[in-house]
């Protein structure tokens, strides 16, 4: 049995439903050698260590009622740096414009020597070079599933299980809020402010949705994309991006009438990196309804690979996540 200690940085949805996946898991891991070990868990309020393993059922009961799992005020690099473990499990918010304390932990865990797995898309879309070359020369896994798809595999099938062909383009939907409010606005024939309000009364939509529906969080995804598939050094700035927010009900229903479904569609080759409205035939692999997202992937030998699954949720994010995991330390 091998032992992996690990820290959990950002415990919010994401960093809970990892939490949440590692009990539910603990007798498949066990069953592959492995015994996760979670040393110390931190939100942004302060952090519960153990070096003995802390007790993940408690901190989730913790974190629901009193808000917090903060028992020592510790941040993440300085969890980081004092408490031995091999693998920091890197969960904070997404910030795309400065990379946040994402970009901190990460840069501090390679100059320590530890692995990462994340899904936070803010430090990747702003200095993906610059991660790849810090983890390289520490001698550290970095893998971030997570961060394009939620539970949907795009990079490690396009870079492992399509290793050997040449990937000519991959597009898809990679935003589930776009994808309902499009969805939503052709079956109730309604404006895009009527359904943008019912998906944030669901939840679905973030109570400032600009980050969604301007095409943003496509737009990141694709950045990672173009880097960790194709090999470019992308950034936000090299992304065309347009969004849903100017698209009505009656040109939903036209194009509806003509056999076509309207859908936020990211594509990323090695000459270019576009979100745009587009249209799409009704019986087309990529007109997923509802929150799913959807990715193609257009290979030299293999044709053209389609995945589907859900692009978002605490539980499915981290299933990503644990399968990152496994993919570091399960073959040891």
């Known amino acids: 049995m091998k032992t992996v200690r690990c ?6 949805a994401i960093g809970q439903g990892v939490a949440e996946v590692l009990l539910m898991k603990k007798e498949y891991l066990e069953s592959i050698g ?3 070990l979670v040393v110390a868990v931190v939100d942004s309020k302060g952090a519960t260590v153990n070096p003995e393993g802390v007790d993940l059922a ?13 028992i020592e005020k510790l941040t993440g690099v300085e969890i980081i740096r004092s408490i031995a473990h091999e693998l920091v499990i890197e969960t904070t918010p997404t910030n795309i414009v400065t990379g946040g304390v994402g970009l901190q932990n990460m840069f501090t865990a390679f100059e320590t020597g530890k692995d990462v797995v994340t899904s936070n898309k803010g430090p990747l879309t ?4 610059e991660l790849m070359e810090a983890a390289k020369a520490a001698g550290s896994n970095f893998r971030f599933e997570a961060t394009v798809g939620g539970s949907m595999p795009v990079i490690n099938l396009a870079n492992e299980v399509l290793a050997g062909n040449q990937l000519k383009s991959i597009k898809g939907i990679l935003n589930g809020t776009c994808n309902y409010i499009l969805t939503r606005m052709l079956e109730e024939r309604a404006s895009y402010k009527d359904i943008l309000t019912e998906s944030m009364e669901l939840g679905i939509a973030e109570t400032d949705p600009t980050y969604d529906v301007e095409g943003i969080d496509t737009a990141c995804k694709l950045v990672i994309l173009a880097n960790a598939i194709f090999g470019r050094d992308a950034t936000y700035k090299d992304v065309e991006v347009t969004g849903i927010t100017k698209i009505t009900p009656e040109a939903l229903e036209m194009a509806y009438e003509r056999g076509h479904v309207i859908k936020l569609i990211g594509e990323v080759s090695r000459e270019r990196i576009h979100v745009a409205p587009r249209l799409v035939p009704i019986n087309h692999p990529l007109a997923v309804r509802g929150i799913l997202n959807v990715a193609s992937i257009d290979t030299e030998l293999a044709g053209e690979i389609t995945v589907t699954g859900k692009g978002a949720g605490p539980i499915e994010t981290a299933s990503a996540v644990l399968s990152d995991l496994v993919a570091i330390y399960g073959n040891r």
Do not use: H, N, P
């Open 34 to 36: 492995l015994e996760v």
């Open 126 to 129: 702003l200095k993906y070079r």
């Open 7 to 12: 820290s959990i940085l950002g415990f919010g």
């Open 58 to 70: 408690d901190c989730l009961a913790r974190k629901r009622t009193v808000g917090t799992v903060a």
